[in-house]
């Protein structure tokens, strides 16, 4: 199925309900089916249709159903814990958790100075310095409705949690967790009092007709926060372009365990691939250094990424992955490159960000986190 098509600048957000797909089947906005979508609180476009609809699979086709009403997106501020949206690249529905403020080093700008991060380690592409400003991110709870039709094109495993020292388990992950660029969210509301399934939502929210959003915060998310915050917390974001190729990398701490005498830190990180331009490409290999503290310096080679070659199209411009690491020290470096294919069977490297592996005081998350949790191990 095709993925949503649906640039970030909000001076064509008409383009991008036009052209969200049919990838859900709980939007169809394209110029066949002709509905129009106006914002709830202006005429910023001169139509009638005010109001998102949504098809699901039924054994007689595909039926639109009403989701909600278009909001303005903002372009200053943030959203509030409760804020209905869909996702303008994977075009999943979803609900705004809490936000992150994250510093984001772009390495396709330069700037004004605002902060540096540390020297590049030996044998890192590029040596510029790079600049970081403040980025919000959100975290999010995915429509479980939703998830079967983004899993090739987006994990929906991909927050991860060390387990327990004593589990025989070595990893969980909590389904239908993201982390979402402020820019990503495409703001609606409903007066669906459930408009989000998901096993967290009435764990973490509850509906308040006085509110706006209507749906605030429980104690328990404050306290799962709280609890997890360490493993949780987006701080930097590294973004690169290649040849219209862009890579974003989000790398995060999970802890340190101990293993046949000595520590193991362990971090995962989040990649996505995003096609800027017109010409198709297929990821074909990956190339990886990764550089310990210790002195270590390892070259990773493989086919593809976590067992797939994704293709990156007009159609379907991006692939966001996640994975793991560990080092047998308390930080590294990591930086590498990518190997697509064109259409006419040439190739050429889009380069991975540098990014930092920064570990923090250990504390493994063991105690609150609600489930469901999926085992990885």
């Known amino acids: 199925m095709a993925?949503?098509?649906?640039?970030?600048?909000l001076l064509s957000t008409f383009n991008k309900y036009n052209s969200v797909s049919r990838v859900l089947q709980h939007v169809s906005l394209n110029s066949r089916h002709n509905p129009s979508v106006s914002c709830s609180s202006c005429d910023l476009f001169n139509v009638q249709q005010k109001r998102f609809m949504s098809s699901r699979n039924r054994p007689e086709g595909k039926v639109l159903e009403t989701v909600g009403v278009f909001e303005v997106p903002k372009q200053q501020g943030k959203y509030e814990t409760g804020q209905l949206f869909l996702h303008s690249v994977f075009g999943y529905r979803g609900i705004v958790l809490f936000p992150w403020h994250a510093r984001?080093?772009?390495?396709?700008?330069?700037?004004?100075?605002?902060e540096s991060k540390p020297a590049e380690p030996p044998g890192a592409h590029g040596s510029k310095e790079v600049k970081g400003k403040t980025h919000t991110y959100y975290q999010v709870l995915i429509d479980t409705r939703d998830c079967p039709h983004i899993s090739q094109r987006s994990q929906t495993e991909a927050v991860t949690f060390l387990a327990n020292h004593d589990d025989s388990r070595a990893l969980y992950a909590i389904?239908?967790?993201?982390?979402?660029?402020?820019?990503?969210?495409?703001?609606?509301?409903?007066?669906?009092?459930?408009?989000?399934?998901?096993?967290?939502?009435?764990?973490?929210?509850q509906?308040?007709?006085?509110?706006?959003?209507?749906?605030?915060?429980?104690?328990?998310?404050?306290?799962?926060?709280?609890?997890?915050?360490?493993?949780?917390?987006?701080?930097?974001?590294?973004r690169e372009t290649t040849e219209?190729?862009?890579?974003?990398?989000?790398?995060?701490?999970?802890?340190?365990?101990?293993?046949?005498?000595?520590?193991?830190?362990?971090?995962?990180?989040?990649?996505?691939?995003?096609n800027m331009g017109e010409e198709v490409v297929q990821l074909r290999e990956r190339h990886w250094r990764i550089f310990s503290l210790s002195g270590t310096?390892?070259?990773?080679?493989?086919?593809?990424?976590?067992?797939?070659?994704?293709v990156l199209s007009k159609e379907q411009p991006a692939f966001q992955y996640s994975s793991h690491v560990s080092l047998q020290a308390p930080s590294g470096h990591m930086w590498g490159s990518y190997r697509?294919?064109?259409?006419?069977?040439?190739?050429?490297?889009?380069?991975?960000?540098?990014?930092?592996?920064?570990?923090?005081?250990?504390d493994t998350p063991n105690?609150?986190?609600?489930g469901p949790f999926t085992s990885l191990a």
């Open 297 to 310: 310096l390892e070259t990773v080679r493989g086919r593809g990424v976590v067992g797939r070659e994704p």
């Open 340 to 362: 697509l294919e064109r259409p006419n069977g040439t190739f050429f490297d889009v380069r991975i960000p540098p990014f930092s592996l920064e570990s923090k005081k250990d």
């Open 244 to 274: 219209n190729i862009r890579v974003t990398v989000i790398p995060f701490y999970m802890g340190m365990r101990e293993a046949q005498n000595s520590n193991v830190y362990w971090w995962r990180y989040c990649i996505r691939l995003e």
């Open 104 to 114: 984001l080093y772009d390495r396709d700008v330069s700037p004004p100075a605002v």
């Open 207 to 238: 509906f308040k007709a006085s509110k706006v959003p209507p749906f605030v915060p429980r104690d328990t998310l404050q306290a799962w926060q709280e609890k997890n915050h360490p493993w949780l917390e987006l701080s930097d974001v590294h």
């Open 367 to 370: 105690g609150f986190l609600p």
């Open 3 to 9: 993925a949503c098509v649906i640039r970030r600048t």
């Open 175 to 205: 389904p239908g967790l993201d982390y979402v660029s402020h820019e990503d969210i495409l703001p609606y509301n409903s007066t669906d009092q459930v408009p989000i399934q998901h096993e967290l939502f009435e764990r973490f929210l």
